[in-house]
Protein backbone atom coordinates (compact mmCIF):
# COMPACT_ATOMS: atom_id res chain seq x y z
CA UNK A 1 0.00 0.00 0.00
CA UNK A 2 3.03 2.57 0.82
CA UNK A 3 4.18 1.36 -2.75
CA UNK A 4 0.97 2.35 -4.31
CA UNK A 5 0.79 5.67 -2.47
CA UNK A 6 3.79 6.83 -3.21
CA UNK A 7 2.92 6.13 -7.25
CA UNK A 8 -0.18 7.69 -6.62
CA UNK A 9 1.97 11.45 -5.26
CA UNK A 10 4.37 11.28 -8.38
CA UNK A 11 1.67 10.77 -10.67
CA UNK A 12 -0.24 13.77 -12.23
CA UNK A 13 -3.65 13.75 -10.79
CA UNK A 14 -5.91 13.31 -13.87
CA UNK A 15 -9.60 14.39 -12.44
CA UNK A 16 -12.24 15.58 -14.73
CA UNK A 17 -14.04 19.04 -14.16
CA UNK A 18 -17.07 18.16 -13.33
CA UNK A 19 -15.78 16.59 -9.93
CA UNK A 20 -13.47 19.81 -9.85
CA UNK A 21 -16.89 22.13 -9.52
CA UNK A 22 -18.81 19.31 -6.95
CA UNK A 23 -16.02 19.63 -4.50
CA UNK A 24 -12.43 18.82 -3.48
CA UNK A 25 -10.99 15.88 -3.46
CA UNK A 26 -9.69 13.63 -0.78
CA UNK A 27 -6.50 13.26 -0.27
CA UNK A 28 -6.79 9.38 1.89
CA UNK A 29 -6.10 6.31 0.37
CA UNK A 30 -9.12 4.61 0.86
CA UNK A 31 -10.76 6.45 -2.15
CA UNK A 32 -8.73 5.51 -5.07
CA UNK A 33 -10.40 5.09 -8.63
CA UNK A 34 -9.82 1.69 -10.60
CA UNK A 35 -7.17 3.34 -12.75
CA UNK A 36 -5.21 4.59 -9.77
CA UNK A 37 -5.13 7.91 -11.01
CA UNK A 38 -7.28 9.84 -9.01
CA UNK A 39 -9.02 10.03 -5.36
CA UNK A 40 -12.81 9.77 -6.10
CA UNK A 41 -13.68 10.03 -2.79
CA UNK A 42 -15.80 13.87 -1.83
CA UNK A 43 -17.56 15.40 0.32
CA UNK A 44 -21.08 16.78 -0.61
CA UNK A 45 -20.94 20.56 -0.29
CA UNK A 46 -22.27 21.47 3.00
CA UNK A 47 -25.75 22.93 3.35
CA UNK A 48 -25.87 26.62 4.61
CA UNK A 49 -26.36 27.00 8.62
CA UNK A 50 -30.05 28.68 9.02
CA UNK A 51 -29.79 32.06 10.49
CA UNK A 52 -33.10 30.97 12.49
CA UNK A 53 -34.60 27.89 13.10
CA UNK A 54 -37.92 29.74 14.21
CA UNK A 55 -40.77 29.00 11.87
CA UNK A 56 -42.84 32.39 10.28
CA UNK A 57 -45.78 30.98 12.93
CA UNK A 58 -43.63 30.88 15.74
CA UNK A 59 -41.91 34.78 14.12
CA UNK A 60 -45.89 36.18 14.17
CA UNK A 61 -46.79 34.88 17.80
CA UNK A 62 -43.57 36.31 18.57
CA UNK A 63 -44.28 39.75 16.86
CA UNK A 64 -47.55 40.47 19.12
CA UNK A 65 -46.22 39.41 22.23
CA UNK A 66 -43.23 41.93 21.56
CA UNK A 67 -45.80 44.38 20.49
CA UNK A 68 -47.50 43.81 23.57
CA UNK A 69 -44.75 43.77 26.26
CA UNK A 70 -43.03 47.38 24.33
CA UNK A 71 -46.27 49.30 24.67
CA UNK A 72 -45.97 49.57 28.11
CA UNK A 73 -43.39 52.50 28.40
CA UNK A 74 -45.27 55.20 27.06
CA UNK A 75 -48.40 53.58 27.52
CA UNK A 76 -47.41 53.88 31.32
CA UNK A 77 -46.45 56.83 30.87
CA UNK A 78 -49.47 59.06 29.21
CA UNK A 79 -52.24 57.11 31.03
CA UNK A 80 -51.21 58.53 34.21
CA UNK A 81 -51.64 62.37 32.34
CA UNK A 82 -55.54 62.40 33.21
CA UNK A 83 -54.74 61.32 36.91
CA UNK A 84 -52.46 64.60 37.88
CA UNK A 85 -55.57 66.41 39.51
CA UNK A 86 -56.88 63.07 41.31
CA UNK A 87 -53.23 62.60 42.51
CA UNK A 88 -53.00 66.45 44.04
CA UNK A 89 -56.38 66.43 45.35
CA UNK A 90 -56.09 62.54 46.83
CA UNK A 91 -52.14 63.25 48.15
CA UNK A 92 -52.89 67.08 49.35
CA UNK A 93 -49.88 68.56 47.59
CA UNK A 94 -49.04 70.85 45.05
CA UNK A 95 -49.10 71.01 41.24
CA UNK A 96 -45.30 70.95 41.22
CA UNK A 97 -44.79 68.46 43.76
CA UNK A 98 -46.94 66.10 41.33
CA UNK A 99 -45.16 67.10 38.10
CA UNK A 100 -41.73 65.94 39.89
CA UNK A 101 -43.42 61.91 39.77
CA UNK A 102 -43.76 63.04 35.90
CA UNK A 103 -39.56 64.09 35.86
CA UNK A 104 -38.58 60.94 37.74
CA UNK A 105 -40.49 58.71 35.48
CA UNK A 106 -38.52 60.35 32.34
CA UNK A 107 -35.74 59.67 34.15
CA UNK A 108 -36.17 55.71 34.99
CA UNK A 109 -37.14 55.62 31.02
CA UNK A 110 -33.58 56.26 30.41
CA UNK A 111 -31.59 54.98 33.23
CA UNK A 112 -33.82 51.42 32.38
CA UNK A 113 -33.07 50.34 28.93
CA UNK A 114 -29.17 52.19 29.29
CA UNK A 115 -28.77 49.12 32.30
CA UNK A 116 -31.10 46.58 30.90
CA UNK A 117 -30.14 46.90 27.13
CA UNK A 118 -26.35 45.69 27.56
CA UNK A 119 -27.46 43.23 29.82
CA UNK A 120 -29.76 41.21 27.85
CA UNK A 121 -27.03 41.08 25.49
CA UNK A 122 -24.73 39.49 27.54
CA UNK A 123 -27.11 37.13 29.60
CA UNK A 124 -30.13 36.72 27.79
CA UNK A 125 -33.65 38.61 26.46
CA UNK A 126 -35.90 35.90 27.86
CA UNK A 127 -34.43 35.94 31.84
CA UNK A 128 -34.20 40.32 31.42
CA UNK A 129 -37.99 40.31 30.39
CA UNK A 130 -39.10 38.36 33.46
CA UNK A 131 -37.32 40.42 35.88
CA UNK A 132 -38.31 43.92 34.61
CA UNK A 133 -42.15 42.79 33.64
CA UNK A 134 -41.76 41.70 37.39
CA UNK A 135 -40.70 45.12 38.57
CA UNK A 136 -43.19 46.67 36.62
CA UNK A 137 -46.34 44.66 38.20
CA UNK A 138 -44.60 44.89 41.31
CA UNK A 139 -44.54 48.58 41.23
CA UNK A 140 -47.79 49.50 40.12
CA UNK A 141 -49.10 46.91 42.70
CA UNK A 142 -47.53 48.95 45.10
CA UNK A 143 -49.14 52.19 43.21
CA UNK A 144 -52.58 50.51 43.66
CA UNK A 145 -52.19 50.26 47.38
CA UNK A 146 -50.36 53.36 48.24
CA UNK A 147 -52.68 55.76 49.94
CA UNK A 148 -51.15 58.39 51.60
CA UNK A 149 -47.28 58.05 51.65
CA UNK A 150 -46.42 60.71 48.46
CA UNK A 151 -42.41 59.70 49.60
CA UNK A 152 -43.81 56.04 48.34
CA UNK A 153 -45.45 57.37 45.47
CA UNK A 154 -42.13 58.82 43.99
CA UNK A 155 -40.14 55.73 44.45
CA UNK A 156 -42.88 54.16 43.15
CA UNK A 157 -43.13 55.54 40.14
CA UNK A 158 -39.37 55.08 39.74
CA UNK A 159 -40.14 51.41 39.68
CA UNK A 160 -42.55 51.17 37.24
CA UNK A 161 -40.29 53.27 35.52
CA UNK A 162 -37.45 50.98 35.28
CA UNK A 163 -39.85 47.82 34.52
CA UNK A 164 -41.52 49.51 31.75
CA UNK A 165 -38.96 51.11 30.17
CA UNK A 166 -36.64 48.23 29.21
CA UNK A 167 -38.89 46.47 26.93
CA UNK A 168 -38.21 48.02 23.56
CA UNK A 169 -34.67 47.97 23.56
CA UNK A 170 -34.82 43.91 24.22
CA UNK A 171 -37.48 43.63 21.93
CA UNK A 172 -35.17 45.12 19.53
CA UNK A 173 -32.50 42.34 20.51
CA UNK A 174 -35.17 39.52 19.49
CA UNK A 175 -36.06 41.34 16.67
CA UNK A 176 -31.82 41.03 15.63
CA UNK A 177 -31.71 37.43 16.72
CA UNK A 178 -34.63 36.02 14.89
CA UNK A 179 -34.90 37.95 11.40
CA UNK A 180 -32.34 38.01 8.58
CA UNK A 181 -31.79 41.89 8.04
CA UNK A 182 -33.92 41.46 4.37
CA UNK A 183 -36.51 40.38 6.27
CA UNK A 184 -36.82 42.80 9.28
CA UNK A 185 -38.87 45.31 8.52
CA UNK A 186 -42.02 43.45 8.71
CA UNK A 187 -40.86 42.17 12.02
CA UNK A 188 -39.74 45.41 13.30
CA UNK A 189 -43.14 47.71 11.74
CA UNK A 190 -45.15 46.42 14.33
CA UNK A 191 -42.91 46.71 17.21
CA UNK A 192 -42.18 50.22 16.83
CA UNK A 193 -45.93 51.03 15.63
CA UNK A 194 -46.73 49.71 19.21
CA UNK A 195 -44.19 51.81 20.86
CA UNK A 196 -45.72 54.88 19.83
CA UNK A 197 -48.97 54.04 20.11
CA UNK A 198 -49.05 53.64 23.62
CA UNK A 199 -48.25 57.65 23.42
CA UNK A 200 -51.64 57.82 21.91
CA UNK A 201 -54.30 55.52 23.39
CA UNK A 202 -52.65 56.06 27.21
CA UNK A 203 -54.53 59.23 27.91
CA UNK A 204 -57.72 57.70 26.56
CA UNK A 205 -57.32 54.68 28.36
CA UNK A 206 -56.72 56.89 31.48
CA UNK A 207 -59.45 59.07 31.27
CA UNK A 208 -61.98 56.77 30.52
CA UNK A 209 -60.73 54.64 33.60
CA UNK A 210 -60.58 57.71 35.84
CA UNK A 211 -63.91 59.12 34.51
CA UNK A 212 -66.20 55.95 35.10
CA UNK A 213 -64.80 55.25 38.56
CA UNK A 214 -63.80 58.43 39.89
CA UNK A 215 -60.41 57.24 41.47
CA UNK A 216 -56.68 57.06 40.18
CA UNK A 217 -56.38 53.45 41.65
CA UNK A 218 -58.36 51.54 39.17
CA UNK A 219 -55.92 52.80 36.53
CA UNK A 220 -52.72 51.29 38.58
CA UNK A 221 -54.81 48.18 39.14
CA UNK A 222 -55.66 47.67 35.13
CA UNK A 223 -51.49 48.08 34.67
CA UNK A 224 -50.99 45.34 37.03
CA UNK A 225 -53.01 43.24 34.95
CA UNK A 226 -51.31 44.15 31.76
CA UNK A 227 -47.91 43.45 34.25
CA UNK A 228 -48.89 40.29 35.22
CA UNK A 229 -50.46 39.05 32.03
CA UNK A 230 -47.11 40.26 29.85
CA UNK A 231 -45.07 38.34 32.33
CA UNK A 232 -46.86 35.03 32.18
CA UNK A 233 -46.97 35.54 28.20
CA UNK A 234 -42.76 35.37 28.49
CA UNK A 235 -42.76 32.80 30.55
CA UNK A 236 -44.81 30.82 28.56
CA UNK A 237 -43.87 31.20 25.10
CA UNK A 238 -40.89 33.47 24.33
CA UNK A 239 -38.16 31.13 24.76
CA UNK A 240 -34.10 32.52 24.52
CA UNK A 241 -33.12 34.15 21.76
CA UNK A 242 -29.89 35.75 22.43
CA UNK A 243 -27.77 34.29 19.71
CA UNK A 244 -24.47 34.77 22.27
CA UNK A 245 -25.78 32.25 23.92
CA UNK A 246 -28.02 29.59 21.95
CA UNK A 247 -27.14 30.77 18.43
CA UNK A 248 -29.53 29.77 15.65
CA UNK A 249 -31.90 28.29 18.32
CA UNK A 250 -31.68 24.74 16.85
CA UNK A 251 -30.41 23.18 20.08
CA UNK A 252 -31.44 22.74 23.51
CA UNK A 253 -28.57 21.31 24.43
CA UNK A 254 -26.61 23.71 26.13
CA UNK A 255 -29.55 25.44 27.13
CA UNK A 256 -30.06 26.19 31.00
CA UNK A 257 -33.60 25.53 32.63
CA UNK A 258 -34.45 29.43 32.99
CA UNK A 259 -34.16 29.88 29.14
CA UNK A 260 -36.70 27.43 28.04
CA UNK A 261 -40.50 28.60 28.03
CA UNK A 262 -42.91 27.21 30.39
CA UNK A 263 -44.74 25.86 27.43
CA UNK A 264 -41.65 24.15 26.08
CA UNK A 265 -40.86 22.41 29.23
CA UNK A 266 -44.20 21.81 29.79
CA UNK A 267 -44.13 19.42 26.49
CA UNK A 268 -40.92 18.13 26.94
CA UNK A 269 -42.11 16.44 30.56
CA UNK A 270 -45.01 15.18 28.73
CA UNK A 271 -43.34 13.49 26.28
CA UNK A 272 -41.09 12.29 28.50
CA UNK A 273 -43.56 10.78 30.76
CA UNK A 274 -45.60 9.25 27.86
CA UNK A 275 -42.29 7.31 26.74
CA UNK A 276 -41.52 9.40 24.19
CA UNK A 277 -37.50 9.49 23.29
CA UNK A 278 -38.09 12.44 20.70
CA UNK A 279 -38.40 15.90 22.21
CA UNK A 280 -39.14 18.83 20.34
CA UNK A 281 -36.19 21.44 20.13
CA UNK A 282 -37.52 25.12 21.31
CA UNK A 283 -37.62 26.68 17.66
CA UNK A 284 -39.46 23.38 16.52
CA UNK A 285 -36.84 22.24 15.13
CA UNK A 286 -33.39 20.36 15.40
CA UNK A 287 -31.63 20.78 12.27
CA UNK A 288 -29.17 23.50 11.08
CA UNK A 289 -27.59 24.34 14.14
CA UNK A 290 -25.63 27.35 14.62
CA UNK A 291 -22.47 27.53 16.96
CA UNK A 292 -22.81 28.75 20.38
CA UNK A 293 -19.45 30.52 22.51
CA UNK A 294 -18.77 28.62 25.44
CA UNK A 295 -21.20 28.79 28.11
CA UNK A 296 -20.60 30.62 31.25
CA UNK A 297 -22.69 31.13 34.42
CA UNK A 298 -24.65 33.82 34.76
CA UNK A 299 -22.48 35.57 37.55
CA UNK A 300 -19.90 35.41 34.51
CA UNK A 301 -21.77 36.99 32.47
CA UNK A 302 -22.68 39.91 34.27
CA UNK A 303 -19.60 40.44 34.92
CA UNK A 304 -18.50 41.20 31.36
CA UNK A 305 -21.71 43.88 31.21
CA UNK A 306 -20.34 46.89 30.69
CA UNK A 307 -23.67 49.54 31.60
CA UNK A 308 -22.41 52.13 29.91
CA UNK A 309 -21.69 50.74 26.28
CA UNK A 310 -25.13 52.34 24.72
CA UNK A 311 -23.11 55.85 25.70
CA UNK A 312 -20.80 54.65 23.21
CA UNK A 313 -22.95 53.96 20.59
CA UNK A 314 -24.05 57.85 20.74
CA UNK A 315 -20.55 58.80 19.30
CA UNK A 316 -19.52 56.91 16.52
CA UNK A 317 -20.23 58.83 13.39
CA UNK A 318 -22.01 55.85 11.76
CA UNK A 319 -25.25 56.39 14.71
CA UNK A 320 -24.70 59.72 15.57
CA UNK A 321 -27.04 60.66 12.54
CA UNK A 322 -28.86 58.09 12.78
CA UNK A 323 -29.75 58.44 16.64
CA UNK A 324 -30.62 62.29 15.61
CA UNK A 325 -33.13 61.33 13.33
CA UNK A 326 -34.89 59.18 15.76
CA UNK A 327 -34.35 62.19 18.84
CA UNK A 328 -35.55 65.11 16.19
CA UNK A 329 -37.91 63.17 15.51
CA UNK A 330 -39.29 62.49 18.67
CA UNK A 331 -39.20 66.39 19.89
CA UNK A 332 -41.69 66.70 17.39
CA UNK A 333 -44.07 63.90 18.33
CA UNK A 334 -43.85 65.13 21.61
CA UNK A 335 -44.48 68.82 20.69
CA UNK A 336 -48.09 67.79 19.04
CA UNK A 337 -48.74 65.34 21.80
CA UNK A 338 -47.97 68.18 24.64
CA UNK A 339 -49.83 70.96 22.77
CA UNK A 340 -53.13 69.49 21.65
CA UNK A 341 -54.87 69.27 25.03
CA UNK A 342 -54.54 73.12 25.14
CA UNK A 343 -55.39 73.44 20.92
CA UNK A 344 -59.08 71.45 21.51
CA UNK A 345 -59.67 72.94 25.26
CA UNK A 346 -58.66 76.46 23.89
CA UNK A 347 -59.61 76.85 20.40
CA UNK A 348 -62.73 73.70 19.81
CA UNK A 349 -63.92 73.82 23.56
CA UNK A 350 -63.67 70.11 24.27
CA UNK A 351 -64.12 68.47 27.23
CA UNK A 352 -61.71 66.02 29.19
CA UNK A 353 -63.12 63.03 27.48
CA UNK A 354 -63.15 64.21 23.82
CA UNK A 355 -59.61 65.64 24.17
CA UNK A 356 -58.58 62.30 25.00
CA UNK A 357 -60.69 60.97 21.78
CA UNK A 358 -58.93 63.80 19.46
CA UNK A 359 -55.13 61.24 20.09
CA UNK A 360 -57.52 58.41 17.91
CA UNK A 361 -56.96 59.31 14.71
CA UNK A 362 -53.05 59.86 15.79
CA UNK A 363 -53.08 56.44 16.88
CA UNK A 364 -54.69 54.98 13.58
CA UNK A 365 -52.11 56.99 11.60
CA UNK A 366 -49.37 55.76 13.80
CA UNK A 367 -50.80 51.90 12.95
CA UNK A 368 -51.28 52.70 9.45
CA UNK A 369 -47.89 54.21 9.08
CA UNK A 370 -45.56 51.07 11.20
CA UNK A 371 -47.36 48.83 8.84
CA UNK A 372 -46.29 49.87 5.09
CA UNK A 373 -42.89 51.43 6.70
CA UNK A 374 -42.45 47.76 7.26
CA UNK A 375 -42.81 46.60 3.79
CA UNK A 376 -41.29 48.98 2.36
CA UNK A 377 -37.86 48.75 4.46
CA UNK A 378 -37.60 45.10 3.08
CA UNK A 379 -38.68 46.72 -0.68
CA UNK A 380 -35.88 48.84 -0.39
CA UNK A 381 -33.45 46.59 0.49
CA UNK A 382 -34.10 44.07 -1.74
CA UNK A 383 -34.33 47.01 -4.77
CA UNK A 384 -30.76 48.20 -3.42
CA UNK A 385 -29.13 44.44 -3.58
CA UNK A 386 -30.58 44.42 -6.93
CA UNK A 387 -28.90 47.18 -8.08
CA UNK A 388 -25.33 46.37 -7.19
CA UNK A 389 -25.62 42.69 -8.06
CA UNK A 390 -26.15 41.35 -4.51
CA UNK A 391 -27.49 37.87 -4.39
CA UNK A 392 -30.06 38.19 -0.58
CA UNK A 393 -29.17 34.95 1.70
CA UNK A 394 -32.81 34.11 3.01
CA UNK A 395 -31.76 31.00 5.17
CA UNK A 396 -28.28 32.28 6.35
CA UNK A 397 -28.43 36.21 6.26
CA UNK A 398 -26.38 38.56 4.46
CA UNK A 399 -23.05 39.49 5.74
CA UNK A 400 -23.62 43.54 6.49
CA UNK A 401 -20.00 44.29 6.44
CA UNK A 402 -20.13 44.58 2.88
CA UNK A 403 -23.64 45.60 2.36
CA UNK A 404 -24.31 49.44 2.04
CA UNK A 405 -27.34 48.91 4.65
CA UNK A 406 -27.47 52.74 5.34
CA UNK A 407 -28.39 53.24 1.30
CA UNK A 408 -30.98 50.64 1.81
CA UNK A 409 -32.18 51.80 5.04
CA UNK A 410 -32.80 55.89 3.97
CA UNK A 411 -34.03 55.22 0.41
CA UNK A 412 -37.37 57.16 0.36
CA UNK A 413 -36.63 58.81 3.21
CA UNK A 414 -36.32 62.66 1.33
CA UNK A 415 -40.18 62.53 0.10
CA UNK A 416 -41.17 61.67 3.61
CA UNK A 417 -39.22 64.66 5.07
CA UNK A 418 -41.21 66.82 2.31
CA UNK A 419 -44.36 65.34 3.72
CA UNK A 420 -43.57 65.51 7.70
CA UNK A 421 -42.53 68.84 7.19
CA UNK A 422 -45.34 70.08 5.02
CA UNK A 423 -48.22 68.58 7.68
CA UNK A 424 -46.74 70.23 10.62
CA UNK A 425 -46.70 73.79 9.07
CA UNK A 426 -50.03 73.40 7.78
CA UNK A 427 -51.36 71.55 11.13
CA UNK A 428 -50.05 74.87 12.58
CA UNK A 429 -51.41 77.04 10.57
CA UNK A 430 -54.72 74.98 10.36
CA UNK A 431 -55.44 75.52 14.22
CA UNK A 432 -54.12 79.12 13.96
CA UNK A 433 -57.19 79.68 11.62
CA UNK A 434 -59.63 77.51 13.40
CA UNK A 435 -59.78 75.06 10.43
CA UNK A 436 -62.63 72.45 10.71
CA UNK A 437 -62.29 69.94 13.04
CA UNK A 438 -61.50 67.26 10.34
CA UNK A 439 -58.83 69.44 8.35
CA UNK A 440 -57.02 69.08 12.12
CA UNK A 441 -57.38 65.09 12.73
CA UNK A 442 -56.05 64.43 9.02
CA UNK A 443 -52.98 66.15 9.76
CA UNK A 444 -52.53 64.75 12.87
CA UNK A 445 -53.40 61.11 11.21
CA UNK A 446 -50.59 62.13 8.84
CA UNK A 447 -48.25 63.18 11.23
CA UNK A 448 -48.88 60.26 13.31
CA UNK A 449 -47.89 58.05 10.48
CA UNK A 450 -44.66 60.03 9.57
CA UNK A 451 -42.85 59.89 12.97
CA UNK A 452 -43.34 56.01 13.19
CA UNK A 453 -42.16 55.77 9.70
CA UNK A 454 -38.86 57.67 10.94
CA UNK A 455 -38.72 55.60 13.70
CA UNK A 456 -39.02 52.17 12.66
CA UNK A 457 -36.46 52.75 9.38
CA UNK A 458 -33.80 54.44 11.49
CA UNK A 459 -34.01 51.72 14.62
CA UNK A 460 -33.81 49.01 11.66
CA UNK A 461 -29.97 50.58 10.66
CA UNK A 462 -29.11 50.51 14.56
CA UNK A 463 -29.75 47.00 14.75
CA UNK A 464 -27.93 46.46 11.45
CA UNK A 465 -25.01 48.12 12.15
CA UNK A 466 -24.78 46.79 15.50
CA UNK A 467 -26.09 43.03 14.83
CA UNK A 468 -23.78 41.35 18.09
CA UNK A 469 -25.36 44.56 20.21
CA UNK A 470 -28.99 45.07 19.32
CA UNK A 471 -30.63 45.91 22.78
CA UNK A 472 -27.56 47.92 23.35
CA UNK A 473 -28.15 50.02 20.23
CA UNK A 474 -31.72 50.27 20.90
CA UNK A 475 -31.28 51.42 24.55
CA UNK A 476 -28.72 54.08 22.94
CA UNK A 477 -31.72 55.48 20.74
CA UNK A 478 -34.26 55.56 23.71
CA UNK A 479 -31.89 57.70 25.93
CA UNK A 480 -31.12 59.78 22.79
CA UNK A 481 -35.28 60.65 22.42
CA UNK A 482 -35.51 61.03 26.14
CA UNK A 483 -32.65 63.58 26.42
CA UNK A 484 -33.68 65.66 23.08
CA UNK A 485 -37.01 65.84 23.78
CA UNK A 486 -36.40 67.06 26.95
CA UNK A 487 -33.71 69.90 25.58
CA UNK A 488 -35.89 70.47 22.72
CA UNK A 489 -39.14 71.28 24.62
CA UNK A 490 -37.12 73.59 26.74
CA UNK A 491 -36.16 75.30 24.19
CA UNK A 492 -39.15 75.77 22.01
CA UNK A 493 -41.70 76.51 24.99
CA UNK A 494 -40.29 79.88 25.00
CA UNK A 495 -40.30 80.69 21.34
CA UNK A 496 -44.32 79.07 21.45
CA UNK A 497 -44.81 81.89 23.93
CA UNK A 498 -43.19 84.60 21.89
CA UNK A 499 -45.17 82.98 18.76
CA UNK A 500 -48.31 82.17 17.52
CA UNK A 501 -48.76 78.43 17.04
CA UNK A 502 -48.69 78.61 13.22
CA UNK A 503 -45.04 80.20 13.53
CA UNK A 504 -44.20 78.02 16.08
CA UNK A 505 -45.32 74.77 14.06
CA UNK A 506 -44.06 76.04 10.74
CA UNK A 507 -40.13 76.82 12.77
CA UNK A 508 -40.72 73.45 14.30
CA UNK A 509 -41.23 71.58 10.50
CA UNK A 510 -38.44 73.64 8.80
CA UNK A 511 -35.82 72.58 11.66
CA UNK A 512 -36.65 68.40 12.01
CA UNK A 513 -36.88 68.44 7.98
CA UNK A 514 -33.82 70.68 7.22
CA UNK A 515 -31.59 69.19 10.07
CA UNK A 516 -33.14 65.27 8.82
CA UNK A 517 -32.52 65.83 5.15
CA UNK A 518 -29.02 67.02 6.22
CA UNK A 519 -28.62 63.93 8.42
CA UNK A 520 -30.21 61.19 5.51
CA UNK A 521 -27.27 62.82 2.81
CA UNK A 522 -24.70 62.17 5.37
CA UNK A 523 -25.81 59.21 6.35
CA UNK A 524 -26.27 58.26 2.57
CA UNK A 525 -22.41 59.59 1.61
CA UNK A 526 -20.70 58.19 4.30
CA UNK A 527 -22.08 56.52 6.45
CA UNK A 528 -20.79 52.70 5.12
CA UNK A 529 -17.13 53.89 5.02
CA UNK A 530 -17.59 55.25 8.61
CA UNK A 531 -19.16 51.70 10.15
CA UNK A 532 -16.23 50.02 8.05
CA UNK A 533 -13.93 52.45 9.70
CA UNK A 534 -14.98 51.58 12.92
CA UNK A 535 -15.07 48.34 12.57
CA UNK A 536 -11.42 48.26 11.46
CA UNK A 537 -10.90 49.97 14.74
CA UNK A 538 -12.25 47.52 17.00
CA UNK A 539 -10.15 45.39 18.78
CA UNK A 540 -10.10 41.95 17.51
CA UNK A 541 -9.68 40.50 21.22
CA UNK A 542 -12.55 43.06 22.68
CA UNK A 543 -15.65 42.16 24.13
CA UNK A 544 -19.03 41.56 22.20
CA UNK A 545 -20.95 44.15 25.09
CA UNK A 546 -17.79 46.51 23.96
CA UNK A 547 -20.00 47.60 21.43
CA UNK A 548 -16.65 48.61 19.47
Not at 264 to 285: D, F, I, P, V, Y
Not at 300 to 325: E, G, K, S, Y
Not at 365 to 388: E, P, Q, R, S
Amino acid sequence: MEKEMNNLSSSPVQCSSHEDELGSLATQSNGIASDGTCPVSKQPPMAPIAYTVFTPNQKRRLRLLLGFATITSPLTATCYFPLLPLLRTHFETSAQAINLTLTIYVIFQAVSPAVFGPCSDAIGRRLVFLVTLALYAFGNLGLALNKSSYAALLVLRALQSLGASAASAVSYGVVADICVPSERGRMLGPVSMALNLGACVGPVIGGSVAWTSGSYEWVFWSLVIVGVVLWLGVGLFLPETARILVGNGGSDAERCWWEESWSSTLMRWLSAHNGNAKSESQGGQNRGDSPVSSRKSILQQCRIVNPLACLRVMFHLDTFFALWMQGSFYVVDYAVVALMPDIFKDIYHFNELQIGLTYVPRGVGIIVGGFCIGKLMDYNYKTVAKKIGWNIDEVAGDDLQHFPIERARARGSYFLLIISTAVLVGYGWAVTQQAHLAIVLILQFVQGSMGCCFYNTYNALLVDVFPQNPSTAAAAASIVRCAMAAAGLAILQPLLAALNRGWFFTILGIWSGGCGALAVLVIEKKGMSWRTQRLKRKSPHSRPSDNG
